[in-house]
């Protein structure tokens, strides 16, 4: 039954072990301090957690430089104290999905140091690699003006081995039968220590072949046969996909019957959503959902504001992207890779009327709410910081020293201990006994959305509010009716409803204690502020 694919209504938090919670004090997170502060999370009213990798890395790229899928780094702890958090988190109800990092490893990995090793070593094919240098050798870099190249040569047998991201991050070759088998073993490894699914990092290029000439097709079945690993496996576990792809081509990543991928980051909307922000203009926005609303049944989109990397704006026109720039990143150590911003959010937004906009809105759009740590408390940003590392500083618990974090004398990022967005005024702590905080205030939304199943199970629409600043959306599920009004307009609108529209006469204000019910010409008039959102629930019968 639909209601049993318990990812249609649940809340993501995003967290990385590194920087969440350090319980041995060494300056680094660890699974201890996640542990500890699992309560936390229970309060917010979560119940999933998707970790970023926490397996043995050198640790180049915030750990998606993997060297051992099998382990713990021990910077985090060991495989028990990842079994220990796993039943800490069921108790509580809380659900946990990792990283899936197997389009490329580490260079220090041994399948890797074993593949450049001779030209006929078993694991040479466990790569990708090509004798002479390929004409696409700086083409197709995932990182431009930081990333040189996409063949790099290898000094000990003079052939160049591929790598979409960072030269110390060879492809592996999801060509090779052994591979994909071996994809499947680290999955089954970690399910059967208690995980709920898999966040699949850099989906196009596990499915791609990459020649050493032209354009790779994508092999989808490759997917379907992960899928197919996966169920047999556990039942429940579900994929979350990472796939920055036009909304046409998404459709082969849910599959046609729904046997690819469950879940799948809505890029395209994230971006039309900051560009709604930036001009206040929704229709571009309104677009961009109806271009995402087919999915195979059972498939859902995760929505999201900002994650771990920077908000890529690279579906927008380029003059479509210059606006959002101008608004939300006008300095050019705002922006990274000629495409995106490396902002947190509250910072990039600047006041809390647009933050609790952008969140109430992400909440109501059609799928499934991802929240990233900190932004629950409007954590900023450190630009001095390189590349990304921007928007991974340590999570603020408190105005003690290093924010509660640690207290090592040497972290594994600084704290942002300067300006407006310092530990000393931002941090948990302290709102956690404020009642206006963004904390509980965000602690609120949480419980709205998981009240509000209509969204993850039910159809919507959009209704026609005429005014180009306000998005109206209606859910409908088991003769039930959700009605959501989002003003991005700096200004107060008023907004006439009529009965046939609201398809009742009382509307029931989830967030104020009021209702509107019609006047004597039959309609219902809501005002909503400068940057104003409204839940309503239709009472019907």
């Known amino acids: 039954m639909l209601e049993e694919l318990w990812y249609k209504n649940a809340v993501i938090y995003s967290l990385d072990l590194e920087t969440f919670m350090d319980g041995n004090n060494d300056g680094t997170g660890d699974f201890e301090g996640l542990c500890n502060r699992l309560d936390y999370l229970h309060a917010l009213g979560l119940d999933t957690i998707w970790l970023a990798p926490f397996q043995p890395t050198p640790n180049r790229d915030n750990g998606y430089d993997i060297s051992d899928f099998y382990g713990v780094d021990p910077r985090h702890g060991s495989s028990g104290d990842f079994v220990d958090f796993i039943h800490k988190a069921r108790k509580l109800g809380i659900k946990v999905i990792i990283d899936l990092v197997v389009n490329h490893t580490s260079d220090e990995h041994r399948w890797f140091k074993e593949s450049r090793s001779s030209k006929d070593n078993p694991k040479r094919h466990w790569y990708v690699w090509s004798d002479k240098r390929p004409k696409g050798w700086n083409k197709g870099m995932v990182f431009p003006g930081v990333q040189k190249a996409t063949w790099t040569r290898d000094k000990k047998t003079g052939d160049y081995y591929f790598h979409r991201f960072y030269e110390f991050q060879p492809d592996l070759n999801t060509d090779n039968p052994e591979v994909r088998a071996e994809i499947n073993r680290i999955m089954g490894y970690w399910l059967e220590l208690g995980i709920a699914g898999f966040r699949v990092d850099a989906v196009p290029f596990i499915l ?53 991928i469950h879940l799948m980051f809505n890029f395209y909307v994230n971006q039309y959503t900051f560009y709604a922000l930036a001009t206040a203009d929704t229709r571009p926005l309104i677009k961009a959902l109806e ?81 990233r740590y900190g932004d629950e408390i409007g954590m900023g940003d450190n630009l001095a910081l390189q590349e990304r590392d921007a928007v991974r500083t340590p999570m603020q618990w408190s105005g003690e020293v290093n924010g509660g974090f640690s207290r090592a004398n040497k972290l594994i990022h600084p704290v942002i201990d300067e300006g407006y967005y310092a530990y000393e005024h931002v941090n948990v702590e302290h709102q956690r006994r404020d009642a206006g905080s963004l904390l509980n205030w965000m602690t609120t939304l949480i419980r709205l959305r998981k009240e509000c199943p209509e969204i993850g199970y039910g159809e919507w629409e959009i209704i026609d509010t005429g005014y180009r600043e306000i998005l109206g959306m209606r859910y409908t599920w088991r003769n039930r009716s959700l009605l959501i009004w989002h003003n991005f307009s700096e200004k107060s609108l008023e907004l006439v409803v009529p009965e046939n529209q609201a398809g009742t006469g009382r509307l029931i204000d989830l967030m104020n204690n009021i209702e509107s019910v019609l006047d004597h010409k039959g309609r219902h008039t809501i005002t909503l502020e400068a940057y104003g959102y409204r839940w309503f629930k239709a009472q019907l019968g």
């Open 208 to 260: 791609e072949s990459p020649a050493a000439e032209g354009k790779s097709p994508l092999h989808f079945e490759y997917l379907k046969e992960m899928r197919r690993f996966l169920q047999w496996r556990r039942g429940d576990a579900v994929l979350l996909g990472e796939a920055n792809v036009l909304p046409q081509e998404s459709k082969k990543y849910f599959g046609e019957n729904g046997e690819g």
């Open 291 to 371: 271009a995402t609303r087919e999915k195979a049944p059972g498939s859902q989109w995760a929505f999201f504001l900002r994650n771990h990397d920077e908000l890529d704006l690279d579906r927008l026109a380029p003059e479509e992207r210059q606006i959002v720039f101008d608004r939300f990143g006008p300095e050019k150590n705002m922006q990274i890779y000629e495409r995106g911003i490396r902002r947190r959010l509250s910072p990039m937004l600047g006041n809390r009327q647009q933050t609790e906009l952008a969140y109430s809105l992400m909440f109501s759009f059609p799928g499934t709410p991802v929240i």
